[in-house]
């Protein structure tokens, strides 16, 4: 079956800009998350959903950092008035719950951020 | 909150030898342990897994082993091949933190012909 999704591949942007990330975790998966892997270094985590809601946000960096899940399924990373430093691959994992057993995150292709 | 190590950072072997990569954790809380293989600007990819229930699991050339007395944690490759060449990361999570994956820094497996 169809694997994590996420668009797009690469955003340039400019500092001061705005920029929505989508990611579409494996159909039926409850628990999505959220990961930033800078060059050289591991992923990171930012933030987790399951369901609807955060149940976990402390990785944020930031206010400017935001994330909404509003039916359960594809989510949106938001980020405000961008600065060089957030340029950074950002990754999604979906699984199928948060239950051992089923708890196997499946990772996105990631999304290429670079702030100039 | 949890950190995990990683060692080596680098890892360069001869086509058939084995490799191994370690890993330590610091919160005893953590029961699960996945491996994940991440080819240059691809996504990573799971290779292997444990609980804390076991000390040891295989699958084929791989294997990983956990000792929770130490917090520490391994991964085996044997009979390595040239397309086990990428970067390699340990992580660490417990089901009270919602599964959030702590990551190492990456190991840089390079297999020579």
């Known amino acids: 079956g169809a694997g994590v999704s996420q668009t797009p591949s690469n955003k340039v942007t400019e500092k001061g800009k705005y920029v929505e990330l989508r990611c579409d975790p494996i159909s039926g998966h409850t628990a999505l998350y959220w990961y930033r892997q800078s060059l050289g270094q591991g992923p990171e985590f930012l933030i987790y959903?399951?369901?609807?809601?955060?149940?976990?946000d402390s990785g944020l960096p930031n206010d400017r950092f935001f994330a909404v899940r509003p039916e359960g399924s594809v989510s949106t990373l938001k980020i405000q008035r961008t600065e060089r430093g957030d340029s950074a691959v950002y990754l999604c994992?979906?699984?199928?719950?948060?239950?051992?057993?089923?708890?196997?995150?499946?990772f996105g292709p990631g999304t290429r951020l670079t702030v100039l | 909150g949890e950190n995990v190590e990683q060692h080596p950072s680098t890892l360069s072997v001869q086509e058939g030898d084995s490799a191994v990569i370690k890993c330590t954790y610091s919160d005893s809380a953590s029961n699960y342990f996945p491996w994940y293989k991440q080819e240059l600007g691809k996504r990573p990819q799971l290779i292997i897994d444990i609980r804390s229930n076991v000390g040891e699991k295989k699958d084929q050339r791989i294997a990983v082993t956990l000792n929770k007395t130490a917090k520490h944690f391994s991964l085996h490759i044997t009979e390595t091949q040239p397309e086990d060449s990428a970067v390699y990361f340990c992580a660490a999570s417990n089901p009270g933190g919602g599964n959030k994956l702590t990551f190492g820094t990456g190991t840089q497996l390079k297999v020579e012909l």
């Open positions: 959903f399951q369901g609807t809601g955060a149940a976990d």
């Open positions: 994992a979906s699984s199928l719950s948060i239950d051992r057993g089923s708890d196997t995150q499946y």
